[in-house]
T-cell receptor
């Protein structure tokens, strides 16, 4: 099984629909992240969480919300999807700041979302 | 100016060639640096961290030039399996935590 699992892997939806992307990890990492990737723009951070009670906005959080249900679970919601949210979404994890691998990200396989 | 800039490529090279990618960063306070590899439609995976003294892992060599604010990745004896997009990642420590910034990637195509 993958260390970081994302569901669904592919989703096509319509404008205005609510969508949830889920992420779970077995690495025991404290930190979890949601990124989106668009051609020519690279990976951009949407939200991140350093532990269960810590949620922070990234550079492009508008139109998104997150929930850290447990150390191992971090979900991303689009309350009312719009076409420019069509993208490839990645969940990632990393160790806490004291660990030597604190800035090394382990990514899930990605969730491809299309909003019509 | 972008915080992290990479030549998007593609770099199209024959098997066995040596190829080098550069990545420039704008924030002189950046503290740690990485190269990730991303295959088409797959997730990025860490290729190597970049240390101040430079580091080598088999056919791959990474170097950091703080004065000129760039990092480089050298691939020797290119293999077909090296075809991928290579992402430069720069980390800056902030009071609110570390900030990782990704470049848009350099695409490498190795041909037979």
């Amino acid at each position: 099984d993958a260390d970081v699992t994302q569901t669904p892997r592919n989703r096509i939806t319509k404008t205005g629909k609510r969508i949830m992307l889920e992420c779970s990890q077995t690495k025991g990492h404290d930190r979890m992240y949601w990124y989106r990737q668009d051609p020519g723009l690279g990976l951009r951070l949407i939200y991140y969480s350093f532990d269960v009670k810590d949620i922070n906005k990234g550079e492009i959080s508008d139109g998104y919300s997150v929930s850290r249900q447990a150390q191992a679970k971090f979900s991303l919601s689009l309350e009312s999807a719009i076409p420019n949210q069509t993208a490839l979404y990645f969940c990632a994890t990393s160790e806490s700041s004291r660990a030597s691998g604190a800035n090394v990200l382990t990514f899930g396989a990605g969730s491809r979302l299309t909003v019509l | 100016r972008k915080e992290v800039e990479q030549d998007p490529g593609p770099f199209n090279v024959p098997e066995g060639a040596t190829v080098a990618f550069n990545c420039t960063y704008s924030n002189s306070a950046s503290q740690s640096f990485f190269w990730y590899r991303q295959d088409c439609r797959k997730e990025p995976k860490l290729l190597m961290s970049v240390y101040s003294s430079g580091n080598e892992d088999g056919r791959f060599t990474a170097q950091l030039n703080r004065a000129s604010q760039y990092i480089s990745l050298l691939i020797r004896d290119s293999k077909l399996s090296d075809s991928a997009t290579y992402l430069c990642v720069v980390n800056k420590k902030k009071s609110s935590g570390d900030k990782l910034t990704f470049g848009t990637g350099t695409r490498l195509a190795v041909r037979p």
